[in-house]
């Protein structure tokens, strides 16, 4: 009953958003510079930032005190309409489309009350993120912003085959509709038919993957020839391309054929860090992810024993390998993997960027302007500029000190409605 009536006052709060608003900060990230701006005022009007100032305007309406404002926040890898548990793979034979998505309505506001205002779902199942994104633009549920790619795409066997684990009577042979795609003739189709379901975005499984009911998480999984028909029917229909990959081989063909994104990467070699750099393919690390899955591991029971070595040995490496494209000047974007670790907690994905060397401004600012590029969405999300989406956010104190400070976030206006005060 309370958390019905929390719902209800969320949404009635949302809509009650204020033509003209003054939202002052002690400081200010504005998601273009690496700095620290002091004493600052953000004018809205609408749904769009109309002008910042310095100083406390003498029109304030919001007054943050002594907190740190920045733009809404973007991870550009979730999976918003699930959650990992011990009970996943038979979940999967019990519950209905309709179970999903209802247990994904408090994973959305969670994780829009976490300050992250859009979120790019790299794979779901029953178009569930699509109806999922379409309901939060229409009003009907709060939650962030989603970009999403709707069924990822595989090849037979291969880490999003839906198929893999199950018995031979309820195996079927899932094809391009399901996300199963072998030659080049049917990964076009796949391509097309994430287009017909109306997916934002193509996503691959260019390697095997760590929770997948499959032997190996690293093998390469799509030859080239497939690498290219998927990424020339994209752009055709002007989708970008994100590859989940662990093995060096799956995401240096992924890079050649042209990928926009490597997802994870956690074998990445310094030659694919090289060809990386050279094509501007972005890397989208989620630490978060392995730290957790190694940390489930060791739970006796929570993973078969399929996933579990893969879990133990994957899982703490990419910290490492983030650690190291970050030295070698691999474009660095913001993701996590929600839904592997728990929607909500976002935020600490942060520590980790730090804790493996990356200081606190620039592991913040990776959720910004580097996240709204990635999602071709730079001309109204990612920075706090006159004439944006007024997607806005606070912290307590100053999170470049303290990052765990965006444990705390404790204001969050998207599209100039504010969500929470």
């Not at 003054?22 to 690496?34: Q, S």
């Not at 962030?144 to 195996?171: C, F, Q, W, Y």
Request: with cysteine; hydrophobic share 40%; proline share 4%.
């Amino acid at each position: 009953m309370i958390r019905t009536l929390l719902a209800g006052a969320l949404l009635l709060c949302a809509q009650a958003a204020a033509a003209q608003s003054f939202i002052y900060c002690a400081r200010m990230i504005d998601g273009v510079e690496l700095a620290v701006h002091e004493d600052m005022t953000i004018e809205v009007r609408d749904n769009r930032i109309f002008a910042v100032h310095d100083g406390r305007h003498e029109a304030t309406t919001v007054d943050l005190g002594d907190s740190t404002c920045m733009p809404g926040l973007i991870d550009a890898h979730v999976h918003i309409a699930s959650e990992q548990s011990p009970t996943n793979f038979v979940d999967r034979f019990r519950l209905d489309p309709a179970d999903y998505a209802l247990a994904a309505v408090p994973y959305a506001e969670r994780t829009l009350l976490a300050g992250f205002t859009t979120v790019r779902d790299l794979g779901s199942s029953d178009n569930l993120s699509i109806k999922l994104r379409d309901a939060i633009d229409r009003g009907h549920i709060s939650g962030p912003r989603v970009i999403t790619a709707g069924k990822s795409l595989a090849t037979t066997g291969g880490h999003a085959d839906p198929s893999n684990g199950v018995n031979m009577e309820l195996t079927g042979d899932p094809g391009p509709k399901e996300g199963v795609v072998n030659g080049a003739a049917e990964a076009a189709e796949g391509v097309r038919q994430r287009y017909k379901e109306r997916s934002d975005l193509i996503k691959i499984t260019a390697t095997g993957g760590v929770l997948s009911e499959a032997t190996s998480g690293m093998n390469a999984q799509f030859n080239d020839e497939e690498l290219r028909a998927i990424v020339t029917t994209a752009k055709d229909y002007g989708f970008k391309v994100a590859a989940h990959a662990h093995g060096d081989e799956g995401m240096r063909r992924a890079v050649i054929a042209g990928v926009d994104s490597i997802e994870h990467g956690t074998y990445m070699s310094l030659e694919t860090m090289r060809l990386m750099r050279e094509r501007g393919t972005a890397f989208v690390p989620t630490i978060i992810a392995g730290r957790f899955v190694a940390e489930m591991a060791e739970i006796d029971g929570y993973f078969s024993e399929t996933v579990r070595p893969k879990a133990r040995e994957i899982g703490p490496l990419i910290q490492d390998t983030f650690a190291t494209a970050y030295e070698e000047g691999v474009h660095i974007v913001f993701g996590t993997d929600s839904g592997v670790s728990p929607h909500g907690d976002n935020w600490k994905e942060f520590g980790y960027m730090v804790e493996a060397g990356m200081p606190e401004i620039e592991a913040l600012t990776s959720a910004m302007m580097p996240g709204a590029v990635l999602l071709d969405r730079a001309g109204e999300l990612g920075s706090i500029e006159a004439g944006k989406l007024a997607d806005i956010i606070a912290a307590p104190g100053d999170p470049t000190s303290d990052i765990s400070l965006m444990g705390q976030v404790h204001f969050v206006m998207k599209d100039g409605r504010i969500y929470k005060q």
